[in-house]
């Protein structure tokens, strides 16, 4: 499996711009909120998903957006949904829980793992991501990052995910 440098080298490598920020290790978006960070971007929430069919997604969220986990089965024609493991997490994608991005498809060859990406974030030009590890972040626009999918055979299925109500 790729790690954070090397995949840092493979964007070098494709030609593809980037800017990386280096700082402390965050965990969860609200860890990653109280970053000050200089780069500017959509932050995005990175949530892999199964069913018991054994799918799996990885879907992409805005920052401040609880989902609706039925809603968004429906919308996947899955009949349920669950959060992946830890373990399933690593397996299928190389990394550990809050270093989730779409930069680790670049660890499923097979596309084991179908990426779903929230309507809502369409009109963004610059996405930040996690390189692998949750001590950095970069900063693709939208056009580098559709490219970098494209180049690792993971095409993303834009969708209009329903945000859980608050109870």
Same mark, same amino acid.
């Given at each position: ?43 995005? +929430? ?5 069913? +018991? ?9 805005? =920052?401040? +957006? ?12 899955? +009949? ?23 930069? =680790?498809?670049?660890? &499923?060859? =097979? ?32 056009? &580098? ?7 690792? &055979?993971? !095409? ?9 109500? !608050?109870?």
């Amino acid at each position: 499996m790729m790690e954070k440098d090397e995949l840092l080298d493979l964007l070098e490598q494709q030609g593809v711009p980037f800017e990386c920020e280096h700082h402390e290790q965050v965990l969860n978006m609200a860890e990653s909120g109280t970053l000050d960070l200089s780069l500017v971007g959509a932050r995005c +929430k990175n949530l892999l998903l199964q069913d +018991k069919q054994g799918n799996s997604y990885l879907v992409v969220t805005t =920052a401040e +957006k609880s989902l609706d986990l039925r809603a968004v089965a429906g919308t996947l024609d899955s +009949k349920r949904l669950s959060f992946a493991s830890a373990d399933r997490l690593f397996e299928l994608l190389g990394v550990r829980p809050g270093s989730l991005s779409p930069l =680790a498809l670049v660890n &499923d060859p =097979a596309c084991r793992v179908r990426l779903v990406i929230d309507a809502e974030l369409a009109d963004e030009q610059t996405f930040l991501f996690h390189p692998l590890d949750s001590t950095a972040t970069v900063a693709l626009s939208r056009h &580098d990052f559709e490219r970098f999918l494209h180049d690792i &055979d993971h !095409a993303p299925a834009w969708h209009i995910l329903v945000a859980r109500h !608050a109870t």
